[in-house]
Structures are given as C-alpha cells and as structure tokens.
C-alpha cells in the first residue's frame, strides 16, 4: 500500500491479527478453564479490531480489495505487524508478557486515537479502547501473580521479559508517511505515548519484583515486512483453507 492513511490502518490491522492469531493458539491449552476462555476472547477482541481496520484500509486503499483478502491472501513480506506479535506462544508467562507489553501501548495509543481527526478511525478506537483497557488489567494482574508467585513462576516471568523486552521499541517508531498523518492530527505520535507506557510497565514489573531489562537495543524491521521466520509459519496454518479452496464461504 502506498496510501498513508491505508497503510497507517493496516499496520494496525496486522497487529490485532497476528496477535490474536496467537492467542487462538492458546484454545484448549490454557493453565485452566478461566484462562482458557480470557484468553481465547482476548484474541476475539483482537481479531474483531482487526476486521474493522482491514475494512477502513480497503476502503482508502481502493484497489477492489476486502478484509478477507488482506487478511489471508498476502504472504508474508506484505504484512507490517510489529515483530513483538508474531513471536511464538512459548510458555504462560511468555505469552502473558508478550500481552502486558503490548497492551500496556495499546491502551493509551487507542484513547489518544479517539481525538483523531479521521471519524472511522476515532469510532474504532472507541470500541477498542474499551477492550484494550480490559486486556492491560488482565494481564498486569497475571504479570504481578507470576513475578512474586512461586520461585518456578518468577524464573519464567523474568526470563521472557528479558526475551521480549527488544521487541518493545518498534512500538514508538514512526516514519514520514506516519509522521504526516500525525501532522494532520489523524495519526497518533507513538513517541508521545512512551513515558506513560513505562511508567505503567515500571509499576507493575516493581509489584511483580521482576527487574526492568537494562538493554537499549532493540529489534525492528515489521513495519516495513522484514519479518522473523515465525510469521511464515503462523501464515501457512491461518491461511491455509483459503488458500487451498478460494473463496470459499460457510
């Protein structure tokens, strides 16, 4: 897409569908029944802002394209999901941190975008905004519960942190077309949600006795389709019945 505005709304778009492709992944598999069905309908929210935004980036886009083909008829280089999203599950408390993480950005990103001078984008940030708040509680609850749990829960909290802690500065990151929307005052400058999302992982990693990772550098490339060789994998599972049988209904 060479349209800002389109490609602003699908990067998005990418992000709540990969992650919550991810967390599809969980079904059946949860710790425990509860679990199971939170973070089964974490991934629904998830993939429910994903439909709204890949049909707002359609539309702008106007190439004849829909949700469905955005989604599932792309290969990988195409897509401009964070890299953050489409890490592997791997334990509990790798997935639990890999969602407080990026909840703990969502959250205030969508309450900012509810100002944006683009109506379709401010009435999707509304709904999402509601549902990213719930996800941040979730999951800080779960963050606090791990880190000053049991010895065993600690070592895993700590241990993805300081996996998935480089992944976390391709949030704030932002290019020309971006910066040009931001300009506009459609777009949210993700650099100034920076502080209060470390404040907010700060205070929770502190009453989760988990230490704040030290390192600075960070790993990039998503947004612009350089992506991990997790995402082809993730693709050729999520894709795989349309691909197989085009347009196919229910």
Same mark, same amino acid.
């Given at each position: 897409?060479?349209?800002?505005?389109?490609?602003?709304?699908?990067?998005?778009?990418?992000?709540?569908?990969?992650?919550?492709?991810?967390?599809?992944?969980?079904?059946?598999? !949860?710790?425990?029944?509860?679990?199971?069905?939170?973070?089964?309908?974490?991934?629904?929210?998830?993939?429910?802002?994903?439909?709204?935004?890949?049909?707002?980036?359609?539309?702008?886009?106007?190439?004849?394209?829909?949700?469905?083909?955005?989604?599932?008829?792309?290969?990988?280089?195409?897509?401009?999901?964070?890299?953050?999203?489409?890490?592997?599950?791997?334990?509990?408390?790798?997935?639990?941190?890999?969602?407080?993480?990026?909840?703990?950005?969502?959250?205030?990103?969508?309450?900012?975008?509810?100002?944006?001078?683009?109506?379709?984008?401010?009435?999707?940030?509304?709904?999402?905004?509601?549902?990213? #708040?719930?996800?941040?509680?979730?999951?800080?609850?779960?963050?606090?519960?791990?880190?000053?749990?049991?010895?065993?829960?600690?070592?895993?909290?700590?241990?993805?942190?300081?996996?998935?802690?480089?992944?976390?500065?391709?949030?704030?990151?932002?290019?020309?077309?971006?910066?040009?929307?931001?300009?506009? !005052?459609?777009?949210?400058?993700?650099?100034?949600?920076?502080?209060?999302?470390?404040?907010?992982?700060?205070?929770?990693?502190?009453?989760?006795?988990?230490?704040?990772?030290?390192?600075?550098?960070?790993?990039?490339?998503?947004?612009?389709?350089?992506?991990?060789?997790?995402?082809?994998?993730?693709?050729?599972?999520?894709?795989?019945?349309?691909?197989?049988?085009?347009? #196919?209904?229910?």
């Amino acid at each position: 897409m060479t349209n800002p505005l389109a490609l602003y709304t699908l990067r998005r778009a990418d992000d709540a569908l990969v992650l919550g492709h991810r967390l599809s992944e969980w079904c059946g598999h !949860g710790p425990m029944l509860e679990e199971d069905m939170a973070l089964a309908n974490i991934g629904l929210d998830l993939i429910g802002q994903a439909r709204s935004l890949y049909q707002y980036a359609a539309e702008v886009e106007g190439a004849g394209r829909d949700e469905d083909q955005l989604a599932y008829l792309r290969d990988a280089p195409a897509y401009r999901n964070l890299l953050l999203a489409e890490l592997p599950n791997g334990d509990f408390a790798h997935t639990i941190l890999r969602q407080f993480l990026h909840a703990a950005f969502a959250d205030p990103f969508w309450r900012a975008t509810m100002a944006s001078a683009d109506a379709t984008l401010s009435a999707i940030a509304a709904k999402s905004e509601k549902e990213s #708040a719930y996800h941040l509680r979730h999951t800080a609850e779960w963050v606090i519960r791990l880190g000053d749990g049991t010895a065993e829960s600690h070592a895993r909290a700590a241990e993805a942190l300081e996996t998935l802690w480089p992944y976390t500065g391709e949030m704030f990151e932002t290019d020309a077309a971006e910066r040009a929307l931001v300009e506009a !005052g459609i777009a949210v400058d993700p650099e100034s949600l920076r502080a209060g999302w470390m404040q907010t992982v700060s205070a929770v990693l502190a009453e989760a006795t988990l230490t704040l990772p030290s390192g600075t550098w960070m790993q990039s490339g998503g947004r612009h389709g350089r992506h991990s060789e997790h995402l082809g994998h993730l693709l050729s599972e999520m894709q795989f019945l349309q691909r197989s049988y085009p347009g #196919a209904t229910w």
